[in-house]
């Protein structure tokens, strides 16, 4: 069955460190891969995606996240973290055969805590 | 409105009692999707709806759980004899187009659920 890992459960940082967060599917085809984030007592929102093209993809607020397809691997990356960045984050994946329309399996999630 | 729109945002529930969630999307989206969300775990897909049509409901655990959306907007997922593993956040999105495997996901704040 398809899965999406995502590898570290809760990451603790300073502000200005260098961020990566994990995430592996178990699929060799084609897929569209996201990254969504949950701030404290907000609902999801969209960090930033991939479906074609450049494998280096830049979202909001400095996020960006490498498609590495012979790793099966799109990693999240932030060369410099706030505060503001502590929140929850999760990978989702579409897998080709999901329908026509944007089913996503989730990761279980990362929590990153960012210390002033 | 401006955003997806969940109620009530807590829910308790005796165990063996119906509970009916309810979901509001963002007005003009047409697909429409609903996940369960467990403790420490990311969302997992249970149904979704093309307009009035539920065109998937693969991820429903049990016969238990009834999904519908008669005009086309609103939603509402019923959960019959509630059983302590139904406790989740259980969380609605919308998005825009009839079918895209890319398309960005509105996600609502969540009814968290707990059955005692």
């Known amino acids: 069955a398809q899965s999406v890992s995502q590898h570290n459960h809760h990451v603790i940082l300073s502000e200005a460190a260098s961020l990566e967060l994990g995430c592996n599917y178990s699929?060799?085809?084609?897929?569209?891969l996201f990254w969504y984030v949950q701030y404290p007592g907000q609902h999801l929102q969209l960090l930033l995606k991939?479906?074609?093209?450049?494998?280096l993809v830049k979202g909001i607020k400095g996020f960006e996240a490498e498609f590495i397809k012979s790793k099966f691997s799109f990693n999240l990356r932030k060369p410099s973290v706030q505060w503001s960045d502590t929140a929850e984050y999760f990978c989702?994946?579409?897998?080709?055969?999901?329908?026509?329309?944007?089913?996503?399996?989730f990761g279980a999630g990362t929590r990153l805590a960012v210390h002033p | 409105g401006a955003g997806v729109s969940q109620s009530p945002r807590y829910k308790v529930a005796k165990r063996g009692q119906d509970v009916a969630l309810r979901c509001d999307p963002i007005?003009?989206?047409?697909?429409l999707f609903w996940y369960q969300q467990a403790l420490g775990q990311g969302p997992e897909f249970l149904t979704y709806?093309?307009?009035?049509?539920?065109?998937?409901k693969s991820g429903l655990p049990s016969d238990r759980f009834f999904a519908e959306r008669p005009e086309g907007s609103v939603s509402t997922l019923k959960i019959q004899r509630t059983q302590q593993e139904d406790s989740a956040v259980y969380l609605c999105?919308?998005?825009?187009?009839?079918?895209?495997?890319?398309?960005?996901?509105?996600f609502g704040s969540g009814t968290q659920l707990s059955v005692l």
């Open positions: 999105a919308s998005s825009l187009t009839t079918s895209s495997t890319n398309e960005k996901l509105f």
């Open positions: 709806f093309q307009n009035e049509a539920q065109l998937d």
């Open positions: 991939y479906f074609s093209g450049d494998p």
């Open positions: 007005s003009g989206h047409v697909s």
């Open positions: 699929y060799g085809g084609t897929v569209n």
């Open positions: 989702a994946v579409n897998f080709p055969f999901s329908g026509g329309y944007n089913k996503l399996i």
